[in-house]
């Protein structure tokens, strides 16, 4: 009985141990699901529901782009109406650990996607149960939310704080494939339409990578209407024109 009681002693810790060092390892890297460098404000508050979500303000936000604040597989893209989440997006990255994105004016995403860190995802809005436009943002684990880290630092709790968003700086860029129904090279621009002055073409079927992405002139091209441009290099061509595999916005907003 008492070798039993030793071994029992000795295995019990080693398991606590694992179990911890797995909870850890788990962990994704989170940044905060805007692009990169934009500055939002995000409260906490006690009677938030759930306790640990935040909410993300900035001016003038109503439909500006939700991006994944870490890469993973969508799991849900709900509609609830004027109740609760209303539209919202959930993303799984593994070993327990999923995002929520709610309140959106739209989803960008489907069901099963694989979506990469940095990647939009929808458009801040105020459907569902809100009173003005505004991410509500959650982490959770196994079905329980969790206390917000972002680049491995814990948000604030209770009140409100600024942050500025990290997510996908340290990125070369988005890869992309010029198309045009005519095989005609795209003419590159100085700005985000047609009305600026040509700096250089891009030959069709031409591999580009795109820094960042804005909005200006809607365009129809090969791949549908959009009023995203895209900067490669020293310009900028419309995304119509361009191939990335997702649609909507891929890169950080310039």
Request: one cysteine or more; aromatic letters at 8%; hydrophobic letters at 30%.
């Amino acid at each position: 009985m008492s070798r039993r009681v030793f071994v029992t002693a000795l295995v019990a810790p080693l398991i606590g141990l694992v179990l911890t060092q797995g909870e850890a390892v788990a962990a994704p890297n989170f940044q905060v699901p805007f692009p990169c460098n934009q500055v939002w404000e995000g409260q906490t508050r006690t009677n938030h529901s759930p306790a640990n979500s935040v909410d993300f303000n900035r001016a003038n936000d109503d439909g500006d782009p939700v991006v994944a604040s870490a890469a993973g597989t969508v799991t849900r893209v709900a509609n609830e109406g004027s109740t609760s989440y209303g539209r919202w997006v959930e993303i799984d990255h593994g070993a327990g650990w999923r995002t929520r994105y709610a309140h959106l004016s739209a989803q960008s995403v489907s069901v099963g996607q694989s979506v990469r860190i940095g990647q939009k995802i929808g458009n801040v809005g105020t459907t569902g149960g809100s009173t003005g436009p505004h991410l509500h943002y959650e982490q959770r684990l196994n079905g329980v939310d969790q206390k917000i880290k972002f680049n491995g630092t814990q948000i604030y709790y209770w009140g409100t704080r600024s942050y500025t968003s990290r997510n996908s700086c340290g990125t070369s860029g988005v890869t992309g494939t010029v198309g045009t129904d005519s095989g005609a090279s795209v003419t590159v621009r100085s700005g985000p339409g047609t009305q600026y002055a040509a700096v250089g073409s891009v030959a069709n079927g031409a591999t580009v990578t795109i820094s960042c992405q804005t909005q200006g002139q809607t365009i129809t091209g090969k791949y549908g209407t959009t009023n995203l441009w895209d900067k490669i290099g020293a310009g900028y061509i419309s995304d119509a024109y361009v191939y990335t595999g997702s649609d909507g916005q891929v890169a950080p907003s310039c």
